[in-house]
């Protein structure tokens, strides 16, 4: 690992990734390659000579081809996607075109430069919904998506599957449960309440509140990657998970007490009062968990941050990094999105 092509390196876990690579890996030299949509921020990557920044799509092959040629690319870790369910449900095009046909354009640059690895970062999602007392998803799980956008990854996989197994592309998969931590874009359950619960908004949860998400730090989620890439077994897929599972509710009544605690001057506290349930998500999966004992025994990883850790890092992030939220919630997307998403769910007495 040598010469990294990251996709969707301006988004969320992109970024941290990159970062994570600059500081513990002295010698790597990075590509990132992002179409800088409303979720990709140039900035959530730092000016650095290791990290060339590309501004494209990963649709565009002749593109992809040219950066693998010049750049004497070994390895591509592909996290680039349209990554929210609420935005598939009301608009699932677009997620067709990233996440399968961009998948599919990328898989075919690998093969035609033989690039040495290909990762391809999936989500716990494609593996459907579990039952209170059903066994945590593994990696024998048969996959059962149920919203556009997890069928747009479940696709991808099995793409990269079938390239694997028809061409021999040298090629890893994870699939890794809610990432939470600094640069997520304020769409997303826990930095949305932040501000939300900062500016006196009320606190949009769906339905009863009783969903289970297996919630994971995203440095753990980089650390996870990084073993894979050096350790893993070509062929294979991980699980990648936090080991804790609360319901969202539990999650949001936790991160309004970390932040009652941080911001004692806040004229809205306590924050939970700011809570209020709204109409559900159509198809919301229940229960998610991930066993994670596969990357344990192989490759000897296991999370470092506790849920309670990793939350207040996030918190404090996001009280301190105010320019960075200001600068997303004046975007006219943010905005529409906000309303289009909102704006016709109801308040549900529970
Ligand atoms: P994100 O939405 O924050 O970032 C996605 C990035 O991809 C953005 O920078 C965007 O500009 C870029 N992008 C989108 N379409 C592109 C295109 N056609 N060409 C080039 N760049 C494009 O997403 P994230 O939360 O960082 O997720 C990254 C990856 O990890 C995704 O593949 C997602 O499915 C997967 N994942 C996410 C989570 C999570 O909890 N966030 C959990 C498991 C897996
Ligand atoms: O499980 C991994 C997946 O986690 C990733 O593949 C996705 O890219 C990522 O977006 C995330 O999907 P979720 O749908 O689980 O994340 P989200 O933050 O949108 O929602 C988390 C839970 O909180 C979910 O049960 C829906 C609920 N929710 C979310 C929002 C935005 C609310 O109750 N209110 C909200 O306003």
Redesign the pocket.
């Known amino acids: 690992m040598q010469n990294i092509l990251v996709?969707?390196?301006?988004?969320?876990?992109?970024a941290n990734f990159v970062r994570w690579l600059l500081r513990e890996r002295p010698t790597v030299k990075i590509v990132t390659?992002?179409?800088?949509?409303y979720?990709?921020r140039r900035e959530n990557l730092p000016e650095q000579n290791r990290n060339i920044f590309v501004h494209?799509?990963?649709?565009d092959r002749a593109l992809v081809e040219k950066i693998l040629r010049e750049h004497a690319i070994d390895t591509l870790v592909h996290?680039?996607?349209?990554?929210?369910v609420d935005r598939s449900i009301l608009g699932p095009e677009a997620f067709m075109?990233?996440n399968i046909v961009?998948t599919f354009q990328l898989l075919e640059a690998a093969r035609a430069l033989k690039i040495k690895r290909f990762h391809h970062?999936?989500?716990?999602e494609v593996f459907g919904s579990l039952g209170p007392n059903d066994p945590a998803f593994t990696e024998t799980t048969p996959y059962d998506p149920r919203s556009p956008y997890s069928a747009s990854?479940a696709a991808s996989d099995h793409l990269v599957r079938a390239y694997v197994h028809t061409f021999g592309l040298p090629a890893t998969i994870s699939n890794?449960?809610?990432?939470y931590g600094p640069f997520?874009?304020p769409e997303?359950l826990i930095p949305l309440m932040i501000l939300n619960a900062l500016a006196g908004k009320p606190l949009p949860v769906y339905g009863d509140g009783q969903q289970v998400r297996d919630w994971l730090y995203v440095e753990d989620h980089c650390e996870a990657l990084v073993a894979v890439l050096e350790k893993g077994r070509v062929g294979e897929t991980y699980n990648i998970g936090g080991g804790v599972q609360p319901k969202n509710l539990e999650v949001v009544r936790q991160f309004c007490g970390i932040l009652d605690e941080l911001c004692p001057q806040s004229p809205h506290k306590p924050h939970a009062n700011l809570i209020r349930f709204v109409t559900d998500r159509p198809g919301h999966d229940r229960r998610y968990a991930m066993n994670i004992d596969k990357i344990e025994r192989e490759l000897g990883w296991r999370p470092r941050f506790s849920l309670e850790q990793g939350l207040r890092l996030t918190v404090r992030w996001y009280l301190d990094n105010a320019a960075w939220v200001k600068s997303i919630q004046q975007t006219g997307d943010f905005k529409q999105w906000m309303n289009r998403n909102y704006d016709k769910r109801e308040e549900v007495k529970q």
Request: glycine share 18%.
């Open positions: 996709t969707g390196g301006a988004g969320f876990i992109g390659l992002d179409a800088l949509t979720a990709g494209g799509n990963i649709c996290f680039a996607a349209e990554s929210h075109q990233t961009g970062v999936s989500t716990d990854k890794c449960s809610n990432n997520q874009f997303k």
